[in-house]
């Protein structure tokens, strides 16, 4: 899912830069570029649109990881049915309910090739009716604006020519009056239609699941805190690491997205778009690196390098490695580690990985 995610961006960062540098590169030694302005223009549309749906899939996967969605059932529940019951047995429950929603998943393959069909499918479904209204206005356009080179071009006249309805919903892709601008330039409710409402909508549920999964976590870890002696350098250790985690779910999930989106809507803002511009450009990195940086990761490279390359990526060797599971096995079975807290722990460690 990651490396889906990383390809949509990098498609999208490429669309972006062929888009803008080679159209005005290219336009002093061709004037038929509109063909290929309003395709880099489409596929900007896509691959943003694939991004965010990603993003918006990793969060739905978040929340059957943590058994959020089972979670918030039997507390609708619990509060109809007004039952008593102390804080421990809630706590008990609800991890019994994440572990449940972990162990649940008997065909991971089948589900994968599902969100591939929903990642594809959904911004399709906003970029083809973009496409056919943004040629199906040009090609009505175009007449009008040849023989109005001497007069007045204004947008009372699209109106009068398209209709309301067709003006309003026309992106603008490229249009007859500047065919190397490859993005929206038509009417706002169009821009709000075909790309600000589902990216917005995606944006703001990646933000809400970001919000839960890590007031989840926190607990999760407060309440392991609490059950086991663990000195303070350890607890120290620990929120240490709990920061990593919620930093890098807020670069999966997209949090600087929701930056920029909100300093849009204030001209003031101008310096925090600049910086969320960044961010997101270099997101796509971001998470390439933090996936190359992982101890699965340096396995799996280690595995094609020689032995001797291996101590690079700290990666021992298989014996080694069996050797030191077996004893990390023995010490936990002679520590007896309470089931429910080594559940919780490795939970938080498979979303950090």
Known sequence: MMIALCCALLGALVAFLLGSGVMDNLTPFRSDLRPMCVTFAWFLQIFLLNAFVWMALFAVELFRTFGLARMFQQ?????RCRRNCDAEERSKNATSMML??????????KRFKQQVALAFVIPLCFAIPTLVINECVYSRLLPLYNASLNNSWSN??????LGRALHSLNPGFCPVHDPRRAWFTGHQIAFVVWFLGPAGSTICFNLFALLIVCIQICRLKRETQLSSNSAISKCKKQSKSLIAVCAKLSIILGASWFLQLFAGLWPQLDMLRRVAGLVNCSQGGIIAVSM???????????????????????VRDSSSQTIQETTNSSRSNRRNVDYKNSQTASLIRSVSS
């Open 100 to 109: 449940r929603a972990r162990r649940s998943d008997s065909n991971p393959t």
């Open 292 to 314: 190359l940086a992982s101890t699965k990761a340096r396995r799996v490279i280690a595995q094609w390098l020689p032995s001797r390359c291996r101590d690079a990526f700290g």
């Open 156 to 161: 009372i006249s699209q109106e009068n020519e």
């Open 75 to 79: 507390a609708c529940i619990c509060s």
